[in-house]
DNA sequence: GCCTCCATGTAACACGTTACATGATTCG
DNA sequence: CGAATCATGTAACGTGTTACATGGAGGC
């Protein structure tokens, strides 16, 4: 039930109808819990359903008009339970690992290519992680900043914003950092160890 | 479709019934592509319908009597294809990153302990890797090794198991690895960093 | 009027998770 | 014979993915 408290977790920050909430996760929770528009209608039913959100009442309930959701009571206090409650971290499930294992026993050319495609893909998220760390945590030591990752800037109330926000924020975007530098470091250890018979050219 | 592709990559090492592959599955090629026996028998029926692979006719079609799978040429084909394919990566999607980004703005006591708990496993996680390199890989250099993370010694066959199937195996371990130390060291620096509102005493 | 964008939604499918069912074999 | 274990399988559900449908608003 993750994608329910990441939208509790969000529209607490700012309420907000499904298309923004789409909008700020590519931005922000996005990162390490993307959904897409499908997902967030789906799952706003269901938390309304629950009695967790409501959508305010300025008019319009039709099709193709906006909808503002915001969250109750009942919805903050399921999601203060879920931030403390024990959970198991999910399993590991990585296709180019398997790939590589897969090349150990029947080959696979062009796997090379593969490899630094990645390298570049990961290469081009640190550096979009570096700017939002530059731009909302400057100056900050490790596990301490301002801004969680680039969302709401914009919104410029930041309401939950004091320094303990600030350096829960910042400790999660460093996750994403070490997590993206660890592949970049393994990806380029993976070039310069990779057997002739994969490489491409 | 990866489950599908990690089942003939293990079927190809050795042909195995559906409960077989489960466990070879425990200790290898689970550790990044985690499976049950019930989706390994919906994912094998699928794959013989496909004529990827088929059953070894050594009589016993019934119910609670073992059937021994074997990759056909087809087979083969599709997982040497699918090993040079182009596939992006996964999506990140991590609860305790969520859990902590909700912790700042609703909150979290006994998020201290949950943490020291992740590291716990993710410290027990790697020792096994490790003991893993010790036992296939000892004396081998970063990215090359013999074995592929602890699976089929006992088969001591090693058909494909010539010095670039080694590499290309201890690299993968090495991913896990790498990956777990990853979560160590951010987990001790969020440990290090925890706002005193969140932890448990 | 038409096209584009905004916004909400439906439908169908893929895959992972959990619980349970059933037959065969072995061991006490 | 009864219990445990091996082995195969069904069923139901949650969630992620992809494609498509519908209506309103603004611009040309």
Known sequence: MSL?????????????????????FDKSIGYFWPATHQQIYRELKKLEEAGHVHVLPARRPER?????????????????????????????RDALLLRLRAAAVVGGHGLEDELRRHLALHRRQLEEYLAIEERDFAGDGRGDGRGDGGEERDAGEERGGDADARRLRHLVLRGGIGLESFWIAWLTEALEGLPDALRTA
Chains 1, 2 share one sequence.
Not at 5 to 19: C, D, V, Y
Not at 74 to 83: D, F, I
């Open 64 to 92: 193709g008009q906006k909808k503002e959701y915001e969250v109750l009571p009942a919805g903050r206090a399921e999601l203060t339970a879920w931030a403390s409650a024990g959970q198991d971290p999910r399993p590991v």
């Open 4 to 24: 329910a408290h990441a939208i509790l977790t969000a529209l607490l920050e700012k309420p907000s109808s499904g298309l923004e909430l789409t909008r700020r």
